[in-house]
């Protein structure tokens, strides 16, 4: 299995990672996510701004809940059943379980940060673009998830992967094109006790950019893993 480095936790320097995603393709994006991607920019327009990003976020919750919730109900068919509980099965259903709480909790809070944000600079979020709509986009993006997670866990995982791809260049073209984020200082109630303390909101966004690229990392070796 590949041996990928995650970011979380570490002090890095973070406009050098910044060009590092940057020098770096995204990932293939299947039709479900092409389809996506240009209905928010239809939606939401093509450039990038905090009130996108937020809706960015709400939807990168969803696969990880989908990934818990779909495991859970194996264990459950699984112990259901007559038959002798394969242990691979459990502990694969256990890991994604794990995946799935601790990925979702980092994006909640990404999806927090962002709200926070918008509240602070009296950005107006109106109900149409960011009550009904994510909602209708969430629920379509958890059950095809669930159908690709019951069918082929790969197919959910590789699908991910190419999302979180997306989200990290999506952030760290945003830090790019605003230089000024990088003068401004940033604060937030969600600091310390839930999300790293950074000096400005050009950090903030290069390192939300970080978990992004960490995600796809996870669900890439989650692919292999599978393959094994």
């Not at 039709?31 to 937020?54: C, E, Q």
């Not at 976020?57 to 809940?65: K, M, N, S």
């Not at 495991?71 to 068919?77: I, P, Q, V």
């Not at 990088?182 to 290069?206: A, C, H, M, N």
Request: glycine share 4%; with cysteine.
């Amino acid at each position: 299995m590949s041996q990928n480095i995650y970011t979380m936790g570490k002090e890095l320097d973070l406009k050098a990672e910044q060009e590092k995603t940057l020098a770096t393709p995204k990932l293939s994006a299947n039709a479900i996510l092409r389809m996506m991607f240009l209905s928010m920019d239809i939606l939401y327009g093509k450039g990038r701004t905090l009130p996108k990003v937020l809706v960015l976020e709400i939807l990168a919750r969803y696969p990880y809940w989908a990934w818990e919730n779909g495991a859970y109900k194996k264990l459950s068919r699984l112990y259901c059943g007559t038959r002798a509980v394969p242990e691979k099965s459990v502990r694969d259903a256990l890991r994604h379980i794990d995946m799935g709480r601790e990925a979702q909790d980092n994006e909640q809070w990404h999806m927090l940060l962002w709200a926070d944000m918008c509240q602070q600079k009296n950005i107006r979020l109106g109900w149409f673009k960011h009550f009904l709509l994510p909602r209708k986009m969430t629920f379509v993006y958890y059950y095809l998830t669930r159908i690709m997670y019951r069918l082929n866990p790969r197919w959910s995982f590789k699908m991910n992967a190419a999302f979180e791809s997306h989200a990290e260049h999506e952030y760290m073209r945003f830090a790019q094109e605003h230089p000024e984020f990088d003068d401004e200082p940033v604060e937030s109630i969600w600091f310390d006790e839930f999300y790293p303390r950074q000096k400005t909101l050009g950090d903030l966004i290069r390192r939300v950019g970080l978990d992004e690229r960490d995600h796809m990392n996870h669900s890439l070796a989650e692919v292999e893993r599978l393959c094994e």
